[in-house]
Structure formats: C-alpha cells, structure tokens
C-alpha cells in the first residue's frame, strides 16, 4: 500500500499554534520555525501549511510557490548568522532519515572549520533558540 498524508503529525500542531515553536517567518504558503535539534546554529525548517507527505507527492505548483520561500530565508539565515555556506536537505521517507512525515526542507548553516552535529544529536535550549531567532527575523 502507498504510503499517504496524515494530518495528524507535529508539524500540523506547530502550524496551528497548539504546540509552541520559534518562528522565523510566516505567510499563506508556509511556516519557518527553528529546529530543536539543530545540526549546525542557525538550522531551521521551512513547512508547507497545506499538507504533503514528502517531495514524492507534493503538487508542483505548491513546490514552486514553497522554493521561493526556501530561497528567501536561506538568503536571510546565511546572511545573518554570517555562515560561509548553506545546506539545503530534504528526506523523503523513513531509508532517506525522514521522521517527520509532513513535508519540510532543512536549511543549514556551514561554517568553515566546523563540524556538523549528526541528526538528532544536539537539542538546544529555548533562550538560545529563541535569540537566534530573533537574529533571523531581523534579516528577513
Ligand atoms: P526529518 O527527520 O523528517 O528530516 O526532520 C524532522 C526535523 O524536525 C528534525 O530535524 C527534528 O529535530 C525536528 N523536530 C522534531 N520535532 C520538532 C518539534 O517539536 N519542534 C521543532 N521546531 N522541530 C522538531
């Protein structure tokens, strides 16, 4: 059986405001909230509102409207936390590391010299993510 949308997932409930987040941005087509387990400072996420599982079934033109926004805050996080490179990842199912399985793309700070955090590795503190939230939104 192929695999579906289930609204029933965490990033819904962020979308909704039931369960807190730090916010970076926010329009009609998306939310932009800090990761709390970061693999580098500065790594958010950028979350489609209208519900897709992965890249596999997500409709296009909802792709193209969502990629500007990726660009955008990209732009804006690379800029402000001063990083030396951004990398953008997108895991579509559970072999590809996907664990959320509403669709998001990853947007991650590469600073020359230093090492990543694995996936999962690192939870942050809020205070933390919350001034370096502040920072982004500055830029944006
Ligand atoms: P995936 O593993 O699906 O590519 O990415 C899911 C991401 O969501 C992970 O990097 C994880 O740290 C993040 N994440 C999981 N739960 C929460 C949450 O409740 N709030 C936020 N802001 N991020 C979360």
């Given at each position: 059986?192929?695999?579906?949308?289930?609204?029933?997932?965490?990033?819904?409930?962020?979308?909704?405001?039931d369960?807190?987040?730090?916010?970076?941005?926010?329009?009609?087509?998306?939310?932009?909230?800090?990761?709390?387990?970061?693999?580098?400072?500065?790594?958010?996420?950028?979350?489609?509102?209208?519900?897709?599982?992965?890249?596999?079934?997500?409709?296009?033109?909802?792709l193209?409207?969502?990629?500007?926004?990726?660009?955008?805050?990209?732009?804006?996080?690379?800029?402000?936390?001063?990083?030396?490179?951004?990398?953008?990842?997108?895991?579509?199912?559970?072999?590809?590391?996907?664990?959320?399985?509403?669709?998001h793309?990853?947007?991650?700070?590469?600073?020359?010299?230093?090492?990543?955090?694995?996936?999962?590795?690192?939870?942050?503190?809020?205070?933390?993510?919350?001034?370096?939230?502040?920072?982004?939104?500055?830029?944006?």
């Amino acid at each position: 059986m192929p695999s579906s949308y289930d609204p029933n997932n965490i990033f819904t409930k962020i979308i909704a405001g039931d369960i807190p987040s730090h916010k970076i941005f926010e329009d009609d087509v998306c939310v932009s909230i800090m990761d709390i387990m970061p693999e580098s400072r500065g790594h958010v996420l950028v979350v489609p509102k209208k519900g897709a599982r992965n890249l596999i079934d997500v409709d296009p033109d909802d792709l193209a409207e969502l990629m500007k926004r990726v660009q955008k805050i990209a732009v804006a996080v690379k800029k402000s936390m001063r990083a030396d490179g951004i990398l953008l990842r997108q895991s579509s199912e559970e072999v590809a590391g996907q664990t959320v399985y509403h669709l998001h793309f990853h947007i991650i700070p590469c600073y020359a010299g230093q090492r990543r955090n694995r996936h999962g590795e690192v939870e942050v503190s809020n205070d933390d993510l919350a001034e370096i939230a502040e920072h982004i939104r500055a830029a944006l």
